[in-house]
């Protein structure tokens, strides 16, 4: 039997001592001809066969010819010595020109010439074996013979004529038939399980057909006789009932016993000879079939007769059936291939057009529903699934039980997770055994898994219903155990061949590799096809992320300015475009965060969509800044305001965000080319300039540009570019303003104040070049450059005697922010000796709204170094007034606003008493800005604020005049 294969009709636990019978060293030779045995190093004969003394004429005693010289008994060609028995091939035995000298036992040239002779030689190991087979044949028989070979290029093109497999198979037997003269000739085909099958027969006049269509157990040819007939492809037989000649000595001089596997004479197995007498056979002919290497099955001929001399097979139709077998083997292979062909190219093409239509569509749910009529019946199949990431199919009239998944998961536990190669599995008798079975697919008979890895595993899979086979058998597969004198046990062949019929249920039909290649193709059909919708997918999404912005889903910035060059590339001016600007809108990001702030974006944009109209485009920028390019007919400014005052009307109504309501305004900004420009920036730079002059004029309100603008905008950036160089070009001086102690009429500070002195437009005070510093991010430097010359100035004051005093310097939330701030000072104070008591840092309002916890953490770290700090222009926020008990604060400032108006304005005077009132709670120091008259100071002293600053005392005045100034103030105020 084959390896792997099992015989249900006979015990298991036979299968191993049926295969490992020697069949091969039986020591015995058919007894129509005769062998000798040469030891190649010695050239001595070393083993006979005893039948010896029957074909060699006066030989008494097979013995004689033991350890005597080859020469001795054998002559070459010409009655020389033989060939070098070294040269012999060591598998197919070949035909030499060697013959007998019988002469040397027999003096009768009559006798001598009465047989002749043929010797096939071939080497075994360390021996040269040796068989001698007889030629006489009469005188119908050469005729016959000489007859097929003359015709024998018809016979070729016989076979070559027929087209498909069962028609060839007819015709080849018929062939045999005729070539070999064997009464029955039969093709033999073994199948997956190991059994054979007869799939031709054709018999002699006068011998009826027995045999075609049955099928014969695994274990009639064993494995050991499987290697032997793929070893040696010819297997004569010659007589079933004439005695074996046995070998003598029956052992080889190295204690072996001689390997006949490639001996035409080799001798047969009991078991087989009993075989072959129980189905009525006296002679054999087999012929091997091999295909791709393989023992495809054997063209069996039987003869009811021996075919032993003088109807014996010479050398030459030896050769001749060798041939034939060879091109059967040729013409199978091509046929079984052509029908793969066929069959491969089929499901390869439906393959392909199921690939484009995959393509074409991209949805494999749809695509598979719709083609699993063609799908299905390629494979012969009733089920199909598919399962790759999050896909999930399965279809066809199969019967199943649960869900998709359910039933996906049941195939998916019979994968091969171990391996990461694509594989495919196959089964065709899951309905022999509860445990193969698929409980969920209780019609499935038959299972292909195809899988493979990408990523994760995936897979695709069929099913195949049962196929109830009437399997007819060469009699009833059942066989008698004999037991053997050695203890060992064999099977007894079976006595009848009569047609036996058996029903094979649980099976479906074989699954090819051609089906298992398709099914590994559709699976990487899918996977490619999953793959590319999924990059399609993402693709998509990229694309649409790079175009749109993601809170609004309105086009971005990049998409509106490539869609308006694209119009305007066209020369297409009817359009204006439109600069939109929440106002206010950072007020509720510092309010109430960033989520609230998203809400209101979201809000905003809905209702600007819902006026503009399908052609014109609207865009976010980013913040609260969008874009829209509004298509009119003939552009104008009276048209484009018309159309803003409707976004103002969509902007009005409150917003509605988490239960709180808001009412913001938006300001506009237009630009219509081509007059206001004809490219993307021209257009929205001037745009930008017309909504600046819109929040300037009060917000809430739609400007048109006009040219004036650009000319105030070319000043903003000539003195931006300027500031860029101020520190470097040293332009930047501090001058100091003094803090008064309204109690004392001392003076008990100074707050340090930068000023600008451009070479061309004089001197500049923060409020005009400050802005525009922050804007640019040049606020950094200028921060560090007052730090530094306001520690250096009081370090000269100190040396020179003078009573030191705190200075106050401001810093921006870019300051606050930086990482390296409180250590940048504590340098500095270092570097000048100076004491950190001596120094106060000012923030404003709007810097702790923006950044609380990063204010509140530096200020913090500013106090621990001995560093005091105030809040600055307390009450122009919009901040909680409970985040300044959140603050570590040392001073607060009242903005110059209250001090100025709160003599004339009652409600300035009350929200400047209830500031100073706050500040005391606090016990926080409160210092009024902006004190111009004696009736101010007077205020702010009967109310409890203490100390105040403004030009009533000095204004700023540069460090040389700062001590002068003190002198002067204290003076004044003490007279």
């Known amino acids: 039997m084959s390896p792997g294969v099992h015989d249900d009709t006979i015990p298991a636990a036979l299968e191993e001592t049926c295969a490992q019978e020697e069949i091969h060293l039986l020591g015995a030779v058919q007894s129509y001809g005769f062998m000798t045995v040469v030891d190649l190093a010695s050239r001595a004969i070393v083993q006979v066969s005893a039948g010896i003394v029957r074909h060699w004429p006066g030989l008494q005693d097979a ?23 070294a040269a012999l091939p060591t598998s197919h035995p070949v035909n030499l020109p060697w013959r007998p000298r019988f002469e040397r036992t027999c003096a009768s040239q009559e006798e001598i010439a009465a047989t002749q002779w043929e ?3 071939h080497r075994r190991g360390t021996v040269a074996v040796l068989e001698w087979l007889p030629v006489n044949a009469g005188a119908d028989e050469l005729r016959r013979q000489n007859e097929i070979f003359s015709d024998f290029s018809e016979v070729m093109g016989r076979l070559r004529r027929a087209e498909g497999l069962e028609a060839f198979f007819g015709e080849c037997v018929k062939v045999v038939q005729e070539i070999s003269g064997f009464d029955r000739v039969m093709i033999y085909r073994f199948r997956a399980d190991g059994s054979g099958e007869v799939v031709a027969e054709r018999t002699a006049q006068g011998h009826p057909q027995k045999y075609l269509g049955l099928r014969f157990p695994a274990s009639d040819i064993p494995s050991q ?29 190295n ?51 021996p075919r032993t001399p003088p109807h014996q097979l010479r050398d030459g139709m030896r050769h001749l059936s060798e041939l034939l077998a060879e091109i059967t083997n040729m013409r199978i292979e091509g046929l079984s291939n052509l029908e793969a062909v066929r069959h491969r190219l089929m499901l390869d093409r439906l393959m392909n057009e199921f690939h484009q239509a995959l393509i074409q569509d991209g949805d494999i749910a749809a695509e598979l529903d719709l083609w699993l009529p063609k799908l299905l019946p390629a494979f012969n199949a009733n089920t199909m699934g598919v399962q790759i990431g999050t896909l999930a ?13 359910r039933i996906l998961d049941e195939v998916a536990s019979r994968l091969d997770s171990r391996n990461t190669s694509p594989g495919v599995r196959m089964w065709d008798d899951l309905l022999t055994s509860p445990r193969k079975s698929l409980l969920l697919l209780p019609e499935a008979a038959g299972l292909l898994l195809a899988q493979r890895h990408d990523g994760d595993l995936i897979f695709c899979f069929m099913t195949r219903a049962e196929a109830v086979q009437q399997v007819r058998w060469g009699g009833e597969p059942v066989k008698d155990i004999v037991a053997l004198p050695d203890g060992r046990v064999r099977l007894e062949p079976r006595r009848s061949f009569a047609e036996w019929k058996e029903s094979v249920k649980g099976h479906s039909d074989p699954w090819q590799q051609i089906d298992a290649d398709a099914l590994q193709n559709l699976l990487r059909i899918l996977s490619e096809v999953n793959k590319l919708r999924a990059n399609r997918k993402m693709q998509e999404t990229l694309h649409w992320r790079a175009h749109h912005d993601h809170l609004t889903g309105l086009y971005n910035r990049r998409a509106m300015e490539d869609e308006v060059a694209r119009r305007l590339d066209d020369t297409r001016y009817n359009t204006a475009l439109m600069l939109l600007d929440l106002d206010h809108f950072k007020k509720i990001n510092d309010t109430y965060g960033h989520e609230t702030g998203d809400l209101v974006l979201q809000q905003l944009s809905l209702r600007l969509k819902a006026v503009v109209r399908e052609f014109d485009l609207l865009a976010r920028l980013g913040g609260d800044e969008f874009m829209l390019l509004l298509q009119i007919p003939h552009p104008n400014a009276a048209t484009a305001l018309t159309f803003a005052e409707r976004l103002h009307q969509a902007v009005a109504a409150p917003f509605d965000i988490k239960g709180q309501q808001f009412r913001l305004g938006i300001s506009v900004g237009v630009a219509i080319p081509p007059g206001h420009g ?154 000048y000796q100076v004491p950190a008591h ?10 702790f709204m923006r950044q609380l916890d990063e204010t509140q953490n530096v200020l913090r770290a500013l106090n621990e170094t001995g560093i005091s700090t105030a809040l600055d222009d307390f009450g122009t926020g919009f901040s909680s007034l409970s985040y300044l008990r959140q603050l570590p604060l040392q001073c607060l400032k009242i903005d110059q606003s209250f001090t100025q108006s709160m003599l004339e304005d009652s409600n300035a005077e009350k929200l400047t008493q209830a500031i100073v009132a ?58």
Request: proline letters at 6%; glycine letters at 8%; hydrophobic letters at 45%.
């Open 838 to 847: 001596a120094l106060q840092v000012e923030v404003t309002e709007s810097c």
């Open 918 to 975: 706050m500040g005391n709670a606090l016990k926080m120091n409160i210092v009024a800005e902006g004190v111009e008259t004696r009736e101010q100071m007077n205020w702010l002293l009967a109310h409890g604020c203490h100390i105040g600053q403004g030009y009533y005392f000095s204004p700023p005045v540069p460090p040389e005049d700062v001590h002068q100034v003190i002198e002067r103030i204290e003076l004044r105020l003490a007279a």
């Open 63 to 85: 013995n004689a010819l033991i350890a005597g010289p080859l020469s001795d008994w054998v002559a070459g060609a010409g009655g020389g010595d033989p060939l070098d028995i």
């Open 255 to 305: 204690g072996e016993t001689l390997d006949q596997s490639h001996c035409m004479l080799r001798g047969l197995s009991p078991v087989h000879l009993s075989y072959l007498r129980n189905m009525g056979v006296r002679a054999t002919l087999t012929l091997s079939i091999v295909c791709e290497g393989k023992l495809w099955g054997l063209i069996a001929c039987h003869h009811h007769s």
């Open 678 to 831: 004809r490219t993307v920036s021209e257009l929205l730079r001037h745009a930008d300039l017309a909504l600046y002059q819109a929040k300037s004029r009060g917000r809430s309100r739609s400007v048109v540009f006009e040219l004036a603008m650009a000319a105030s905008q070319r000043d903003y950036y000539l003195l931006e570019r300027d500031l860029d160089e101020a520190v470097e070009r040293n332009q930047l001086s501090l001058v100091f303003q003094p803090k008064v102690d309204l109690i004392s009429r001392k003076v008990v500070g100074l707050e340090a104040l930068v000023r600008w002195n451009h070479p061309t437009r004089g001197q500049n005070s923060p409020g005009a070049f400050i802005p525009i510093a922050e804007h640019s991010d040049q606020i950094l430097r200028i921060d560090r450059w007052v730090m530094r010359n306001a520690i250096a100035e009081q370090a000269n004051w100190l040396s020179h005697g003078l009573a030191p005093l705190p200075v106050a310097i401001n810093l921006s939330i870019a300051d606050i922010l930086s990482p390296n701030l409180v250590a940048y000072l504590a340098e500095l104070l270092e570097e």
């Open 225 to 253: 006789a499987r290697a032997l007939y793929l070893a040696n492809k010819l297997r004569v037989l010659a007589d079933v009932e004439a005695p074996m000649d046995a070998l003598q000595p029956p052992l080889l001089p």
């Open 393 to 405: 199919c399965l279809g066809g009239p199969g019967k199943r039980k649960g869900s998709i998944h």
């Open 119 to 121: 010797c096939l030689g």
